[in-house]
C-alpha cells in the first residue's frame, strides 16, 4: 500500500479525565495507533488539544473558562506537561516527536505558511511526530479583529483541516466524544449514525444547530472543517476517540467507523491557501463590470476598483466585494492599499504613470482569485 499523508485531530474531551486531567490511558491509546500506522508506511501529523487542561491540573487551581488571561496562563504551564507525556509515549515505540505551535498569522503571512510547511515536510521525511496545537498564549482573536480583517481559525477543528490543506494530506481524521455525525442529537432516541456523507449541504448544516457541544467548536465545527477539507479534495472522518482501535481501523478502510465526508473536486496549493490558509486582512470593492468579467476569468484592474478598506501589503489576502458589499471572491493584490487607494478607478497606463512603469497592470491576477461561489477554482 502507498505511503499516505494523515493528520489526525483529538480534542480535549479524548485525551482527560473526567476529573480534568490528562488520560494517560488514551494517551498511549493514541500513541499507540500512530505508531501503528507509521509502521505500516503512512506519516501522521497529530494535532491536540489539551493544553489548558493539562496547566489547571499542574497549577492545581479552579478552572475560570471565561477567563482568557487565566486560559492562556493555564495553556503555558500545560503545554510542556502535554509534551512531556506524548514524548514519553511515543518514545515507548521508538518514535520522536516535534512541538509545532501555530497562530492565524504564522498561517496568513504566505512566507511563514510555506516554512511551516517546510519544516513539517522535513520533520515527517525523518520519522518524527509532529504534535500542533494552536498557540493560545500569543492568539487573542480580540486583538486581530481590525477593520477588514478576518481570522481564519477559531479551533483546533479548523485549524487541523488547515494543515491538512498545506501539507497536501491524503485524509483528515477528528477524533470526538461522539461517534460521528447523527441524524438528530445523538442523547435523543431513535438518533441515527450518518455513515457517509456526499457534500455537505446547507440544509445538512442549518440542521446541525443547537446540537451536542462535542468539544469547545462543537459539532458545528467539525462540520465546518469537513467542509474546508473536502473542498480541498480531502476526505474526513469523524469518529470516537475512545473506541478501541478508533485510527487503526479507519485506515483499514472500515466504513463502520465514524462518519465520512467524500471529497469534492481538487484545489490547486495556491488556492487552498488564498481560500482557507490566510487570514483577511482587507477588502477591495468592485463594480459590476469588474465583477463580471473576473467570474469570466479575467484578472482584476484598477478602473473597475471602487473603494479599499483595511490596511494590507502585496500578497497578503483580500476580499473582493461587489456594489453591495457581498464577497464573492478573495485573492492576492500585486499593490498595498496605500497604493491601491492612490490607483483606485484609474485607467492601465494612468496607473503606470503614477506608480511607475515597472508596476503590474493587474491588481490580482486571475490565477490568484478563489471565488466563493458561482464558479469552481482549478
Same mark, same amino acid.
Given at each position: ?8 485531530? $483529538?480534542?480535549?474531551?479524548? /485525551? %482527560? ?6 488520560? @494517560? ?27 489548558? +487542561? ?5 497549577? *492545581? ?40 505551535? !501555530? %497562530? ?11 516554512? #511551516?510547511?517546510?519544516?513539517?515536510? !522535513? ?8 504534535? /500542533? ?39 483528515? /481524521? ?5 461517534? *460521528? ?15 457517509? $456523507?456526499?457534500?455537505? %449541504? ?27 477539507? #473536502?473542498?480541498? *479534495? ?11 482501535? #478508533? ?5 483499514? +478502510? ?24 490566510? +487570514? ?19 484578472? !482584476? ?19 473582493? @466585494? ?34 511607475? +512603469? ?14 466563493? @461561489? ?5
Amino acid at each position: 500500500m502507498p505511503s499516505r499523508l494523515i493528520v489526525v485531530k $483529538v480534542g480535549t474531551s479524548g /485525551i %482527560t479525565t473526567s476529573e480534568g486531567e490528562l488520560d @494517560e490511558q488514551e494517551m498511549q491509546s493514541l500513541a499507540y495507533q500512530i505508531a501503528q500506522a507509521t509502521k505500516q508506511g503512512d506519516k501522521v501529523v497529530l494535532v491536540t488539544s489539551g493544553a489548558v +487542561a493539562a496547566g489547571v491540573a499542574e497549577l *492545581g487551581v479552579t478552572p475560570k473558562a471565561k477567563d482568557l488571561v487565566f486560559q492562556q496562563a493555564a495553556a503555558a504551564a500545560g503545554q510542556s506537561v502535554l509534551m512531556a507525556k506524548y514524548r514519553k509515549l511515543f518514545a515507548a515505540y521508538s518514535l520522536k516527536v516535534a512541538q509545532i505551535l !501555530l %497562530t492565524a498569522e504564522d498561517l496568513s503571512n504566505r512566507k511563514s505558511y510555506v516554512h #511551516t510547511c517546510d519544516v513539517l515536510t !522535513l520533520l515527517l521525511k525523518i520519522g518524527v511526530v509532529p504534535i /500542533i496545537n494552536e498557540n493560545d498564549v500569543t492568539s487573542v482573536e480580540e486583538l486581530r479583529r481590525t477593520d477588514g480583517y478576518k481570522v481564519n481559525f477559531s479551533d483546533n477543528d479548523i485549524l487541523s483541516v488547515l494543515v491538512a490543506g498545506a501539507i497536501g494530506a491524503d485524509l483528515v /481524521i477528528i477524533l470526538s466524544d461522539v461517534d *460521528g455525525l447523527y441524524t438528530s442529537d445523538p442523547s435523543e432516541p431513535g438518533a441515527k449514525l450518518i455513515k457517509t $456523507v456526499d457534500n455537505i %449541504t446547507d440544509e445538512l448544516k442549518n440542521s446541525l444547530k443547537g446540537k451536542s457541544k462535542c468539544g469547545r467548536g462543537g459539532i458545528q465545527s467539525k462540520i465546518k472543517a469537513a467542509e474546508i477539507a #473536502t473542498r480541498c *479534495g480531502i476526505p474526513v472522518v469523524i469518529s470516537n476517540s475512545r473506541k478501541e482501535n #478508533t485510527i487503526i481501523n479507519i485506515l483499514a +478502510a472500515d466504513k463502520e467507523v465514524g462518519t465520512y465526508f467524500k471529497p469534492q473536486g481538487h484545489m490547486s496549493a495556491v488556492k487552498r491557501w488564498i481560500a482557507y490558509g490566510a +487570514a483577511v486582512k482587507g477588502s477591495i470593492q468592485v463594480n459590476e463590470g469588474a465583477k463580471e468579467a473576473i467570474l469570466q476569468g479575467s484578472s !482584476l484592474l484598477a478602473v473597475g476598483i471602487t473603494r479599499v478598506d483595511g490596511v494590507f501589503d502585496v500578497d497578503d489576502v483580500v476580499s473582493l @466585494e461587489d456594489e453591495n458589499q457581498q464577497e464573492f471572491a478573495k485573492g492576492t493584490p500585486n499593490f498595498n492599499s496605500g497604493q491601491l487607494n492612490q490607483i483606485k478607478g484609474l485607467q492601465v497606463m494612468e496607473v503606470l504613470e503614477k506608480l511607475g +512603469a515597472d508596476k503590474s497592470k493587474e491588481v490580482i491576477e486571475h490565477r490568484n482569485i478563489h471565488f466563493i @461561489e458561482g464558479k469552481k477554482d482549478d
